[in-house]
């Protein structure tokens, strides 16, 4: 026998210009379709045709109609985050759909795993992911999955992979250290207090707390990198002067 083939579309026969080129082996046994989009509710038959007689005898297969679940569109992918060692931070996808369903990802370089609402995540199935602490992340990677239920196929997207990074914050040490009254500057260096847990260059803001026996302590908000006061002691026991010191690291204001 000699077959050929001819595949229709609600009863227009397909050729290279249908549907924009969507189709491909319209005139083999098996019909491709490569781009389901637009084309829901179509029908879908084949014409065989007998050519070896003196006649060609065609016969018209039973129709198949297409149903085209609907997939998620993402309209606004996560975005890369960076964070000071330890803020909460989140992560959102903007997605259109009817009934949508989340699952944000994690990939610490062994590949992509499920996250689960536990330890420092939270809302790991909903377009916004939060994450209460953010130490330890550096390097991280994330992505979630989406998937559209409301069709008779469960159809998935997934989103662009944001990268996390971590910024370390500069850290000080508590010092206690005695000086006598009215014997010069103090000239405390707080840039060599922070380099001593880690080296990350700084800005600092600092005042001193009111000591109404001590004099020329500064109870405002300075800004240096060095105390500089001249403390004097206007009574005849020891007096305590405390500071409070706020570096912030000039790389990343952390």
Known sequence: S???YQWRRNGTAIDGTTDAGAYTGFNTVNITINNVNGLDGNTYDVVITES???QSCPITSASANLSVNPDPLITAQPTDQQECSGDATTL???AAGVTLEYQWQIDNGGGFVDLTNSGI???VDQATLSISNSSGLDGSDYRVII???SGAL???VISTSAAFT???RPVGSNVEFDVCSNQGVLNYDLQANVNANGVISSSFSWQAAANPNVTNETTTTTSSSVINDNLV???ATVQTVIYTVTPTSTASSC
């Open 166 to 168: 971590e910024n370390d």
């Open 52 to 54: 070896s007689g003196t």
């Open 147 to 149: 998937t559209e239920k």
């Open 2 to 4: 000699t077959l050929s």
């Open 233 to 235: 002691n206007t009574s």
């Open 154 to 156: 469960d159809c998935s």
């Open 92 to 94: 959102t996808v903007t």
């Open 121 to 123: 995540y939270s809302n």
